[in-house]
């Protein structure tokens, strides 16, 4: 019988177009992300563009709140977004210039070229642009040095008494320990899920992994370099060679036009 599954590139082109509309994206995400996706109970919404230190920003905030703040978040799709800023939601969009967001990303998913990269990241960023002013934008950069200062954004813009997030050497380590720990896959992986979305708080999720880290100390597994979510040599020496595809002359139109998007988008609010 032959494989009816797509090829990656086939099925990263289908995702695109299914993620920028609500009613198309919302139904099938649930169905696979379960209570990380936007629903009735979702309090707040942390997310942008795949690579773009949502993850980050989303496990930071939490460990803020130590509390049960429904999140969604890591959708990555504009159609998702979209439904918030209608139903008037606290949210956060991290946002990124296209040339490390896509090569980050081409190292993660190394089977998706370049172009079609650059046409997912335009057609996110031109599908936000008309709800821009519903949202709370925070640079890669602010993300990672400031996040208290967004979270104090956030508050204002929508009245909201969010718990800010203090960039302390110690607090910034429990991040990247957790981001790490995501990425292991570890057994109790469900129970760090419903810590991120909210369900359960930090002190819980430290609580009830207790047992598990005891047994597991001394013993944790590696993780291939491109699926961890942090600063990484090996990583940046993958980009390095990710970016010549990435800057094909044949790929100039379509560099460009991602450039705009960001720059719209992370410039100010349309109305």
């Not at 954004?153 to 203090?166: A, H, M, P, V």
Request: glycine letters at 6%; one cysteine or more.
């Amino acid at each position: 019988m032959a494989d009816l599954r797509l090829a990656p590139a086939a099925r990263h082109a289908l995702r695109r177009r299914v993620s920028l509309h609500p009613r198309l994206y919302l139904p099938l995400a649930r169905w696979k992300s379960g209570h990380a996706v936007l629903c009735a109970d979702t309090r707040v919404v942390v997310d942008g563009f795949t690579r773009s230190a949502g993850t980050f920003a989303a496990i930071a905030f939490q460990l803020a709140q130590d509390d049960h703040v429904r999140l969604a978040h890591h959708m990555h799709a504009a159609g998702a977004l979209v439904a918030a800023a209608r139903r008037g939601l606290p949210a956060l969009v991290t946002a990124r210039e296209p040339e490390p967001t896509i090569l980050s990303a081409m190292v993660r998913e190394p089977g998706i070229p370049p172009g079609a990269w650059l046409r997912t990241y335009v057609a996110f960023y031109e599908r936000l642009l008309p709800f821009r002013g519903s949202f709370v934008v925070g640079t890669f950069e602010e993300v990672t040095s400031d996040l208290g200062g967004l979270i104090d954004r956030l508050n204002e813009r929508f009245g909201t008494r969010f718990r800010r997030f203090e960039h302390t050497e110690e607090n910034v380590a429990r991040v990247f320990a957790l981001i790490e720990e995501r990425a292991e896959g570890p057994p109790w992986q469900p129970h760090l899920n419903r810590f991120v979305s909210g369900l359960i708080s930090a002190t819980e999720y430290l609580e009830a992994t207790r047992r598990f880290r005891e047994e597991r100390a001394g013993r944790r597994p590696s993780v291939p370099e491109h699926r961890v979510q942090r600063p990484s040599s090996v990583r940046e020496a993958a980009k390095a060679r990710a970016r010549e595809a990435y800057l094909a002359p044949s790929l100039a139109g379509l560099r460009a036009r991602a450039e705009d998007a960001y720059r719209a988008f992370v410039g100010g609010a349309a109305s």
